[in-house]
């Protein structure tokens, strides 16, 4: 089977595992736990989390092996391994099986519905008492259509606006993070000071795609419906709004992830902001900002310290790792371990947030620090968590589909030739229509 198998419907996922299979697997639950435990993820992330607050506190079996496999993410490849892995893995002896995989929001329902993942209640052992702190939307994207938890995270990913302190300065006369979300409340305030930040020889976003993630989060249907691509009326606004940024010179026509986008925070960026979670400041701000970059992070290297966050016009969410059971696993009680200590021990999510800056997903433990004199000195000394909260109870995944990936890819990709001039607006639409249809023929649309 191709490596896309996966990809395809979740009845066409289920003919590639035999009943026999399943029942094989569920024979071994009795047997003694693995001495090897493989680990499938894109990066080195976790490995990070699972060496600082797992092995280092001795709570690794002295006879466990661990084995990372690692491939990247781009063009999808992680998934492509992933898929081909797990096609095989009851073909495999015990010790070469999958026992554990990360999964990120965009794909995620593609291997919630489907067999290779292990109920975390039912399978695992882990309760409803152990996850009751953990945010509602976190287990809402991990449950498949028979209700049960297929996967666990040990973060949240809360999203808003993380801005330049100097530069809202200089176009709105304030830094103070209270006074700049209220200039920022509505996207009609939104854009009246990206308007300002323009007069003023600024870019209110590094460019196209900065502000997408807050539109696709707020969808309110599902972008596939009976086999048939609906684009909701969120996107519609998103590429109005960029169109509209674009030509009036309010974003500095850089794609997301690139060195342009990025330049925008460093000493000589003119960028006012950038939409984003706690996430995004530790791997993408902070490197980008400073102007030495071996040399310490503190104030004065770069932009380190002159920005601070606000919740900005929407709420939204962006991105997330879920921690998932592969069937097959012998190592179930590990696993359960693993999962406990990672995603459901208060102290842990409180030490990740206050070492890593991550928010995490525990409200008791986030609630805390956000009562504390916790201070992020990237942002300027300004403790951040409570914005953080404000906007992750308002999050919602309900219209998540295992296109999502797909999807939000291709229109990034489709439209930024219609916000350069290079194309019509229906033009780009019958790109990313064609685009979507190598992928996936059996889908509808309607222009």
Known sequence: MKNKSLRLPVILVLLTVSLSSFISCEKKDNTPEGKVLNIFCWNTEFKTRFNDYFISKGLLPADVKINWIINPNENSYYQSKLDEYLVKQFDLPADERIDLFLVESDYAKKYVDTPFTLDIYKDIGITDNDTKDQYQY????????????????????????????????????????????????????????????????YFMLSGYDDSYRVFYDNIKAPFVQNDTIVIDPAIKQWIKQTKTYTTKGYNNRANLWTVESFKGASIEGKVFGYFAPAWFIDYCLIPSSLQFPKGE??????????WAF???????????????????????KLIKDIMFTLTCKKDT???????????????????????????????????????????????RKDFVSPYDQEINEKINHCFAPYFEGLMTEEEAWNYFYSEIEQLHPYLKHNK
């Not at 209700?147 to 006369?173: E, M, N, T």
């Not at 992070?297 to 002159?306: A, I």
């Open 138 to 201: 976190t287990k809402t994207i991990m449950t498949d259509n028979s209700g049960h938890l297929k996967g666990i995270s040990w973060q949240a990913c809360p999203g808003g606006f993380i801005y330049r302190r100097s530069i809202a300065l200089s176009v709105l006369g304030t830094d103070n993070p209270e006074e700049v979300q209220q200039a920022l409340s509505t996207w009609d305030k939104f854009d009246y000071v990206a308007s300002l930040a323009k007069d003023k020889g």
């Open 297 to 306: 992070r503190k104030e004065g290297n770069g932009t380190y310290g002159d």
């Open 310 to 332: 606000c919740k900005g016009p929407q709420a939204f969410s962006w991105g997330g790792t879920w921690i998932c059971a592969a069937s097959g696993t012998d190592n179930k």
């Open 349 to 395: 999510m409180t030490s990740i947030a206050r070492e890593m800056g991550d928010f995490t997903n525990n409200r008791e433990a986030m609630s805390e620090i956000a009562a504390s004199d916790y201070k992020n000195p990237f942002l300027g000394g300004q403790n951040h968590i409570t914005p953080f909260i404000e906007n992750v109870e308002a999050i």
